[in-house]
Structures are given as C-alpha cells and as structure tokens.
C-alpha cells in the first residue's frame, strides 16, 4: 500500500533566523545554481521583503521541494531548517 502525503505531511524550507549574511548568500548561489529562482527577483511574487532572509528561504524551498523534500536538502550546512508551517504570504506562494 503506498501512503499519499495530505497537506497536514506537507514541509518547506527556511532559513534559520540566525543565520548569517555570508551563509545566506551562499545558501541562495547554490540553490538558483540549481532551480529557477525568478520569483525573488525584481517585480518577482516574492521579491519583497528584499532581504537575504527571505530570498534565501524562498530559493532554499525551491531547490528541497524540486528535489524532493529529503532532510538532507535543507541542510546548507546547519542553517536550514524544516517547518511545517506554510510560509507563504501575499502573492509569494511557496511550492
């Protein structure tokens, strides 16, 4: 019998809050190294807040959902973290 996950399973990931500028920026070269990351860009559904924090939450969510939301695609070197809060907001929907 195969387990179908139901919205309530569902995870992403963020950054950790105390995460650095370095690490932050590093975090999102290697995830849109990776996937697609023009929603953080200019006039981008998630462009605002134009902060690292939250451009590297949304690029570091688009890579572990595109690669299937394994543990270890949240890592990025202890300053991911996986939530199973949604943390979309406004027009910025994470996948």
Not at 32 to 45: A, R, S
Request: charge should be negative; aromatic fraction near 12%; hydrophobic fraction near 30%.
């Amino acid at each position: 019998m195969i387990k179908t996950a139901n919205a309530q399973d569902k995870t992403w990931c963020v950054a950790k809050p105390s995460s650095t500028d370095a690490e932050l920026s590093a975090n999102l070269e290697f995830a849109c190294g990776h996937v697609d990351c023009t929603t953080i860009q200019p006039n981008g559904p998630c462009f605002n807040p134009n902060t690292f924090i939250n451009h590297a939450s949304v690029a570091m969510n688009l890579y572990y959902s595109f690669h299937g939301r394994n543990l270890w695609n949240c890592d990025y070197q202890k300053s991911g973290l996986i939530t199973k809060t949604d943390p979309s907001y406004g027009t910025c929907q994470y996948a």
